[in-house]
């Protein structure tokens, strides 16, 4: 009897370290697949139309670049900052011969990417059925999205998540000190 319990504790310690060999390794994130420092994956939350037309009142001019003939704007009560890592917007882009065209839009710090949502035409919001993330452009003229994402939305690569930073950014004259907003360079187109 006891040769048998000897047998079997033999057969037992073997076992029992694999055991708790295969168990320590379960909880190792390279053997698990479960990385805690693997970089997350993006997923981009619902995403609505704004309800109303850029409100009048909230419409803060920014400067793009000195390349540009475009005026740019945005509707500072449209700015969402989003759980998910964009920034979404109501920005009008205005021609030299006065045309305004007002889309809603979204920038995305961490890929430097923007998306057009839709566009507001003939008094209704519209959808953009082919809406995908595209690079944002930083040395072409009409580099606004550069211009918000740069100078207002971002920090670095990085959501900004405070409203405030956002507005005084957007407005150069909300500075007090020799710091101007690097979208800005002093001056407001």
Do not use: H
Not at 32 to 43: E, I, R
Not at 125 to 149: G, H, M
Not at 160 to 179: H, M, R, V, Y
């Amino acid at each position: 009897m006891m040769k048998l319990s000897i047998c079997n504790l033999r057969l037992s310690i073997p076992g029992l370290a694999i055991s708790l060999a295969i168990a320590g390794c379960a909880g190792d994130p390279l053997e698990s697949g479960v990385d805690p420092f693997a970089p997350m994956v993006f997923k981009e939350g619902a995403t609505a139309m704004p309800l109303n037309p850029p409100n009048q009142a909230t419409i803060q001019p920014f400067y793009v670049s000195q390349q540009t003939v475009f005026k740019f704007a945005v509707d500072t009560n449209s700015i969402l900052i989003g759980n998910d890592g964009i920034t979404r917007y109501i920005v009008t882009l205005t021609s030299p011969n006065g045309n305004s065209q007002v889309q809603y839009e979204g920038i995305r710090c961490d890929s430097f990417q923007w998306r057009l949502y839709g566009t507001f035409e003939s008094g209704v919001w519209k959808e953009n059925p082919l809406s995908t993330w595209r690079t944002i452009q930083s040395n072409v003229p009409n580099r606004y999205q550069a211009a918000l994402a740069q100078g207002a939305f971002c920090n670095f690569a990085s959501q900004e998540k405070n409203i405030k930073t956002i507005i005084n950014a957007l407005n150069p004259n909300g500075f007090t000190g020799q710091t101007k907003p690097t979208n800005s360079y002093g001056v407001i187109n």
